[in-house]
C-alpha cells in the first residue's frame, strides 16, 4: 500500500522528530554532494506549507517601466524620520524589549547603497502579529503594529528602533515555532528589483528545528542571516543593539527568500 503524502499546507500532522529526520537527510546529502549552494532550496520538502506554492518555473522577466505602472511607488519626500521608529506610533509604550538594529547595505564590493528603501515587519514582543491569519494565543500588543521604513544614508546605513520580536508557533508540523525574526524588505530602484529576506538573532535555541531556517543547506549563508549583539549600539538604560550588514552581490551576499507577501 503507497503512503499518502499530506500536502494540507496547515495539516500540522508531522512531528518534529519527522521533520528533523527530513532535515538531517537532506543536510547529509548537501554536505556529502561538495556542492555548495549560494541559495535558499525552493523545492525544500519539510517546509509543508510552501510545497504547493514555491516557483517550478525560472523566473520571466518583466517589462519595468510596464511594471512601474501597478505597482507601488515613492519619493524621498514619502518617507519620514520617525517610520524607523517602531516604538513610537501609538499612544503608549509597546511592552518587550527595546532594541536597536542598525546594519549597511553594500554592493560586492563594499560600495554603500545609498537612499535604499528599507522596510521591515515583525511580530510584537509575544509572538503576534497584526494579521488576520494570525489566530495564536498571544496578546495582540495595542501600542504595537510591527511594521516600519528608512531610506539608507550616504554610508548606506540602515538603522531601526523597535521591539525584540518573540518565537511564535505556525502550522507547518506538531509543536513547530518560528526562531525569533524580523522581515526585510529591500526596494531596489524599482518594483522589479525587490528582495526580501529575514534577520535572525544570535543564539537562538530553534535554529535547528526550522524548516524555513534549515532550508538555506549551507552554514555559513545561514550564519549570513544572523545579526551581532553590538554593545556599541546598545544605550545607557534605553535600548540593547543588534548589528546586520545586507550583502547584495558576491560570494558573501545575505540570502533573500524568492516569494513575497508571506508573514511567515
Ligand atoms: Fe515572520
Known amino acids: 500500500m503507497t503512503a499518502i503524502t499530506n500536502t494540507d499546507p496547515d495539516s500540522a500532522s508531522a512531528s518534529q522528530s519527522e521533520i528533523n529526520a527530513e532535515m538531517a537527510a537532506i543536510e547529509s546529502a548537501y554536505l556529502h554532494s561538495g556542492i555548495e549552494e549560494t541559495q535558499p532550496r525552493l523545492d525544500y520538502p519539510p517546509y509543508r506549507s510552501s510545497l504547493l506554492r514555491h516557483p517550478v518555473n525560472e523566473p520571466q522577466h518583466a517589462d519595468p517601466e510596464g511594471v512601474e505602472l501597478h505597482t507601488p511607488v515613492f519619493g524621498r519626500r514619502d518617507v519620514h524620520a520617525l517610520e524607523s521608529d517602531l516604538t513610537i506610533q501609538h499612544a503608549g509604550e509597546p511592552i518587550g524589549e527595546r532594541i536597536v538594529v542598525t546594519g549597511r547595505i553594500v554592493d560586492g564590493e563594499g560600495r554603500p547603497v545609498r537612499r535604499q528603501l528599507v522596510e521591515v515587519w515583525q511580530a510584537n514582543a509575544a509572538g503576534r502579529y497584526v494579521h488576520k491569519r494570525d489566530q495564536h494565543a498571544a496578546p495582540i500588543d495595542p501600542n504595537f503594529t510591527g511594521v516600519g521604513r528608512c531610506l539608507t544614508d550616504d554610508d548606506g546605513t540602515y538603522r531601526f528602533t523597535t521591539i525584540k520580536p518573540g ?98
Open 167 to 264: 518565537p511564535y508557533p505556525w502550522k507547518n508540523h506538531r509543536n513547530a515555532w518560528r526562531p525569533a525574526h524580523i522581515h526585510f524588505s529591500l526596494f531596489g530602484t524599482d518594483f522589479t528589483q525587490r528582495m526580501i529576506t529575514q534577520m535572525y538573532f544570535p543564539g537562538d535555541p530553534l535554529f535547528s528545528l526550522d524548516p524555513i531556517y534549515q532550508s538555506i543547506t549551507d552554514q555559513k549563508a545561514r550564519d549570513r542571516l544572523v545579526a551581532t549583539y553590538d554593545h556599541d549600539v546598545s544605550t545607557h538604560e534605553w535600548s540593547t543593539g543588534y548589528r546586520w550588514d545586507i550583502v547584495l552581490t558576491g560570494s558573501q551576499r545575505t540570502l533573500v527568500e524568492n516569494t513575497q507577501g508571506d508573514y511567515r
